[in-house]
């Protein structure tokens, strides 16, 4: 992991030309993105929030496996921070306060609206998107797209609207499309299959089980097969395999998303993102 300055220095001296993107891992769904009029943050956990929560029950079980490759002051330089849904590994109420002190705007779930707020985030700073109904970021040329994704039920409320979001972002002339905590569900592909392909996807590969979910009531995500079929039936083109690296009782070996990929969608580019690594994406 590079140093904390390092990466900073790196952030704002890389130019982005044409047809690409920076990205930088956060680690677990975590990804900072630059642009050519704007930095922006998705699913940034830069705290160790969860195993604050969960000490109780856990001890140290939760505690992160790697320092943060940032602190949240450090992107009060992002003009947005996206939140694809309220869980604390997704909306992190310790980094999101400090990051959005300078300005930033929130975008995210109406169910992470009263958090937002908790935090002296005003009203006015939060975009709550409708699903499917593309949107252009103010003050930028992102054309940003909220999926219904499903964690592991797609939920729905009246007054505050899917609860669980993904973001297909379309910026600079490329597609990125991070799904946000998800599994499959009658209808996803086809909804998917209506939306321009993307070049970059950012999916959760952890897969799910009995024990992590009757014991550490934790909630699973996408079985590295169903990660390869799905990338292949829709014909994306990089995957990077998220939600597997900060909270290490809630992983599995790399080595079954490789496996698996190898097997089923050996046509395919995947990319292990590592925390405060660059993967500069040109088209």
């Given amino acids: 992991m590079p140093a904390r300055q390092d990466l900073i220095n790196r952030i704002e001296d890389t130019p982005i030309i044409p047809g690409s993107l920076g990205l930088w891992g956060l680690g677990q769904m975590g990804l900072l993105v630059k642009g050519p009029d704007a930095i922006i943050a998705i699913d940034p956990c830069l705290s160790d929030i969860v195993q604050e929560l969960t000490q109780e029950q856990y001890g140290s079980l939760m505690a992160r496996a790697f320092p943060p490759p940032l602190l949240p002051g450090d992107l009060t330089r992002a003009r947005y921070l996206l939140c694809t ?78 609860r669980w979001l ?66 292949r039936e829709l014909g994306w083109g990089v995957v990077i395999p998220g939600h597997n690296d900060l909270y290490r009782p809630n992983t599995i070996p790399n080595a079954q998303i490789v496996d698996a990929f190898e097997r089923l969608a050996p046509e395919l580019r995947f990319k292990f993102l590592q925390p405060g690594e660059l993967y500069y994406f040109v088209k």
């Avoid at 910026?171 to 392909?197: A, I, S």
């Avoid at 009995?210 to 995500?221: I, M, Q």
């Fill in 85 to 162: 849904h309220e869980h604390p590994d997704h909306l992190d109420p310790h980094t999101i306060g400090p990051a959005a002190a300078e300005g930033a705007q929130v975008v995210t779930s109406g169910w992470g609206v009263e958090t937002l707020t908790g935090l002296g985030i005003s009203r006015e700073r939060i975009i709550v998107p409708e699903t499917l109904a593309p949107l252009t970021l103010p003050g930028t040329d992102i054309r940003l797209t909220a999926v219904p994704a499903a964690h592991y039920e797609v939920e729905h409320d009246a007054g505050k609207g899917h």
């Fill in 166 to 231: 993904g973001f297909l972002l379309e910026w600079n002339g490329v597609t990125l499309f991070h799904t946000g905590d998800t599994v499959l569900y009658p209808g996803y592909m086809d909804t998917l299959r209506d939306l321009p392909t993307p070049d970059v996807v950012m999916l959760p590969v952890n897969g799910r089980d009995f024990f992590r979910e009757s014991v550490l009531n934790l909630t699973g995500t996408l079985l590295p097969a169903e990660a390869a079929l799905l990338a």
